[in-house]
């Protein structure tokens, strides 16, 4: 098996060339809509890319993207463990929540304790909201997507209800909550920022998602327990039968991406978000993690780049209205890109399309992906 | 009493309407649900539809050709859906996920460059559903108040409960019907008999955003006369869930639907009237929800090849 991998076999089978090309399809459709309705594609694209040619810009993409990429990784690991947490948003919500009210009870903490406090507290609280739903699932039965949904709604709802306690809510006319307590802030000091030219809300949430990234990886890879969470994910009757306890894998799957969940809303507000609005409808970080997982293809490494990605859209985004652009631009560049990477499974077909006039048998042994032969 | 009898009109008057979008959506999510393909991407279908809906309505001054083309509208993601995963063995989840981004987002881009603003003119009184027997009944009296809070509806709640016996008969009574199911449960069995499984399940994914779209233009074509970005926030999930709810059939669907809608009446009433917090009492259609799964519901059973991608030559 020497023979040199043509350009076919190249494309078809890197995953990463996949993600590219729908990365480039998602720009160009998005061209194509821009061009449709009259707007000028160059000012569009141009102000998307202008946004990170200045060391500003580029902080601000980071300090985006840094609860994206946990959120991502919070839906990435429940993908690789079989559920579909469709319920990062919840945690999120709750996870934010958490740190704010830990922030304001215990404000006078010094910062080297309250900061790793809050973050235990909205992880404690975002695993809990994975582990009520996966109780639900394997005492009553009841699917996961579906009280998923529920507990979603019921979370923004009780946020929207802390919010508004006399003691947490804002002295003036906001309706939000009281501003994080600044022992609990991750923001750089002022004159750090000033002096580096960095943007104003720097901070280092990254390092965070960065531990989180290598934490997820070294439980999938690395552990006992990301193999048994992983078999089950494959095959649960077959973990089962291989002595694997698959109830007490789901809840801890669901534990594990609930903290996650918990901590990227952590990261949120007590790096750029700062306190908590009461919403009118959600704010779609945890859809946002779906998003990125999808991108990412659900690998830890590429949850990382697929956030900063995103991060770099919604930062660019917020700066298309300058040139007539609407925002929901964004929308549909990343709806298109998840729709190509959905459908890259036509890219595999390339090889196929090649080979099959040269290769008329294939002895049994030799080829793994052949089912068609051993199935005769 | 007099109150009684009014406030428990207003309350079935706001599940009514409550329930109708649902209630659409969810029949949409039964046909692809249950042909063995799953549509996460239901809202993004209902907020095409709820925007092509108005703007039609609006441009035509016709609310049944604005209707009729929410459906469409939403058909046509269907269709987008449909090619992904039927036809090319896309992930369902990755490919829903993708509609429900390319759906609000081609809707409120498309609300900026016609209306200059992300908001759509509101429809005028007779470019709005129209109510059915309205002024059928003497308001003057209780008993009439009552009866004009529940049957002077808007005609889009009539027909979709016509819809659920339709979709009832179609999916137990009819051959069509009987193929579809059995899609979704065994398709290399269908197959074998001669059943065309991807264009069976090509045609329900479209049917699925076909309902699902008439499901969002009733959203901005009754109560609230036009599309905003917020118009649509979640309902599609809720379908979604009331489709597991009532165990993937649409007499289940309708159960999780009213339950879903009445919880929903129920907060506006209290909402108005009790000094209770009005986040609490919104919590309370989610919280019935997760209670009711566990008392009486229970486990779903999702249909076996559901979420598989159909490969012919397996």
Redesign the interface.
């Known amino acids: 098996m020497t023979k040199r991998k043509g350009f076919l076999d190249f494309i078809s089978e890197s995953t990463f060339i996949h993600i590219l090309l729908s990365v480039l399809f998602g720009f160009l459709v998005g061209a194509m809509?821009l061009k449709i309705?009259?707007?000028s594609i160059t000012a569009a694209y141009g102000r998307l890319l202008n946004s990170v040619t200045s060391l500003k810009g580029i902080s601000y993409v980071i300090v985006y993207s840094a609860p994206y990429i946990v959120a991502g990784l919070s839906v990435a690991f429940s993908f690789k463990t079989g559920v579909?947490n469709?319920g990062a948003e919840g945690q999120f919500v709750m996870g934010s929540m958490a740190a704010v009210v830990t922030s304001l009870l215990c404000s006078s903490l010094p910062k080297p304790l309250l900061i790793p406090l809050c973050f235990l507290i909205a992880m404690a609280v975002g695993a809990l909201w994975g582990i009520i739903v996966g109780i639900?699932k394997t005492k009553?039965?009841?699917?996961e997507?579906?009280?998923m949904?529920?507990?979603?709604?019921?979370a923004f709802?009780?946020s929207?209800?802390i919010a508004?306690i006399p003691a947490i809510k804002n002295e003036g006319t906001a309706e939000a909550t009281k501003n994080i307590a600044d022992n609990a802030s991750l923001l750089f000091s002022k004159d750090f920022i000033k002096s580096v030219g960095l943007c104003p809300t720097a901070n280092w949430g990254i390092l965070m998602a960065v531990a989180a990234m290598l934490l997820v990886w070294f439980i999938i890879e690395k552990t006992t327990l990301g193999y048994e969470l992983k078999a089950v994910g494959f095959n649960k009757f077959a973990a089962e039968y291989g002595g694997i306890n698959v109830n007490r894998s789901i809840l801890t799957a669901l534990a594990i991406s609930g903290a996650l969940g918990g901590l990227a809303g952590a990261l949120q507000v007590m790096g750029m978000g700062k306190r908590i609005s009461i919403f009118?409808?959600?704010e779609g970080f945890g859809?946002a993690g779906?998003?990125v997982a999808?991108i990412g293809v659900s690998n830890p490494f590429g949850v990382f780049v697929a956030g900063l990605f995103y991060g770099f859209l919604m930062y660019g985004g917020s700066k298309l209205n300058l040139e007539g652009v609407?925002t929901?631009?964004?929308?549909?560049i990343?709806?298109?890109v998840?729709?190509f990477?959905?459908?890259s499974?036509?890219f595999r077909s390339f090889k196929n399309l090649k080979k099959k006039p040269q290769k008329p048998s294939i002895p049994q042994s030799a080829s793994t992906d052949n089912?068609?032969v051993a199935e005769s | 009493m007099t109150n009684f009898w009014n406030s428990f009109g207003i309350i079935l008057f706001a599940t009514l309407i409550y329930t109708t979008p649902l209630l659409y959506a969810a029949l949409g999510s039964c046909f692809s649900e249950v042909s063995g393909v799953v549509n996460i991407g239901i809202e993004g279908m209902m907020t095409a539809g709820a925007f092509t809906g108005t703007v039609v309505a609006h441009f035509t001054g016709n609310p049944w050709i604005g209707f009729l083309c929410g459906g469409l509208a939403g058909a046509f993601f269907g269709m987008l859906h449909a090619l992904a995963t039927v036809n090319l063995g896309a992930d369902q989840t990755i490919a829903g996920t993708a509609i429900n981004m390319l759906g609000p987002g081609l809707a409120i881009m498309t609300a900026k460059v016609l209306f200059d603003s992300t908001d759509t003119v509101p429809l005028t009184a007779s470019q709005k559903m129209p109510k059915l027997f309205s002024g059928a009944f003497d308001t003057t009296t209780v008993f009439g108040r009552f009866m004009d809070n529940v049957f002077a509806n808007y005609a889009s709640t009539y027909l979709v409960f016509l819809a659920v016996l339709l979709v009832w008969f179609i999916f137990y009574k009819t051959r069509f019907g009987l193929r579809l199911r059995a899609c979704g449960e065994h398709p290399q069995a269908c197959e074998t008999l001669g059943i065309n499984v991807i264009s069976m399940r090509f045609a329900c994914v479209c049917i699925s955003g076909f309902l699902a779209g008439l499901g969002g233009a009733c959203v901005t074509m009754t109560v609230s006369t036009q599309f905003r970005p917020i118009s649509i926030v979640g309902q599609g999930f809720i379908a979604i869930a009331a489709v597991i709810f009532g165990k993937f059939r649409p007499q289940g669907a309708l159960i999780g639907c009213l339950l879903f809608g009445f919880c929903s009446g129920l907060k506006v009433v209290l909402g108005g009237s009790s000094g209770v917090n009005m986040h609490l009492i919104s919590m309370i259609p989610y919280v019935v929800t997760v209670l009711a799964l566990i008392l009486f519901v229970g486990k779903s059973r999702v249909p076996s090849a559901n979420g598989k991608p159909y490969i012919k030559s397996k």
């Open positions: 809509f309705m009259g707007l579909f469709i639900l009553w039965g009841i699917n997507v579906l009280s949904i529920m507990f979603n709604w019921i709802y009780l929207n209800f508004g009118t409808s959600q859809f779906i998003v999808l609407p929901q631009l964004i929308n549909v990343v709806g298109t998840v729709f990477i959905a459908i499974v036509i089912k068609g």
